[in-house]
């Protein structure tokens, strides 16, 4: 692909609670595939690249104004509004205003995408309500991709939700744009084993996030020629 004048920006949200700063904690693998989904994104494509770890975050529960009356679910949200340093402004001062395209990881809790994720999850609902109340459309023409790994089984359910949830907020997708892992299933997790099973299919998840950040790229620079060709 030629390079574009102006780096596509991409941004990088994990949603993993493994904090490998502590003592004896690995890298959660969610998170070191979308280190390295990043790395490929800037090497190869060029991008800007930005990594957001919610559990570095601060976030606020969602109050579910929505759920009160449509139109208290505000833009930017009341919390936002009232707690200015709340974790939730850089979640959406990415996603509306830095990035070009978005990629999402996500370890597998209980056949669902972690705790972190459904927290931020819900405090967007700000965002796809400027949608569905006003008409205004706060994301524009980006393409989002996700990274499901986890020890437990169940990648298809998640990626499902993913997708469903993030074309509500406006995003669209490229082809193979999720990476899907477990270390063994349900019936034979052994955690301890998850990093060298990881290690063991290094070459399939290197060619299946490189699959998907291409994707991406191929998606976001469609829409870049799209506005600027005349009529």
């Known amino acids: 692909m030629s390079s574009p004048t102006k780096p596509l920006r991409i941004l990088g949200i994990s949603c993993s609670t493994v904090n490998p700063d502590d003592k004896n904690v690995r890298v959660p693998t969610s998170e070191k595939t979308l ?26 529960h969602c109050e579910a104004n929505y759920s009160i009356k449509s139109e208290y679910c505000t833009w930017p949200c009341w919390l936002q509004q009232r707690y200015p340093d709340d974790g939730m402004g850089a979640i959406y001062e990415g996603l509306t205003n830095w990035c070009d395209a978005l990629i999402v990881a996500t370890p597998i809790r209980w056949g669902s995408a972690a705790s972190l994720y459904y927290q931020m999850a819900q405090r967007l609902n700000c965002v796809e309500n400027q949608h569905a109340l ?19 089984d169940n990648v298809q359910h998640v990626a499902g939700e993913l997708f469903s949830f993030w074309s509500q907020m406006g995003f669209s997708f490229g082809k193979r744009a999720f990476v899907g892992w477990t270390s063994g299933g349900w019936y034979n997790e052994e955690m301890a084993k998850t990093t060298d099973r990881f290690k063991d299919d290094a070459v399939e998840i290197e060619r299946a996030y490189k699959e998907m950040v291409d994707g991406l790229v191929r998606v976001r620079r469609g829409y870049d020629l799209q506005a600027k060709t005349p009529g």
């Open 35 to 60: 280190l390295a989904a990043l790395e490929y994104a800037k090497t190869v494509h060029g991008a800007d690249t930005m990594t957001i770890k919610l559990r570095d975050l601060t976030m606020r």
């Open 134 to 152: 006003y008409g205004k459309d706060l994301i524009g023409e980006k393409p989002a991709g996700f990274i499901i790994v986890g020890g437990q």
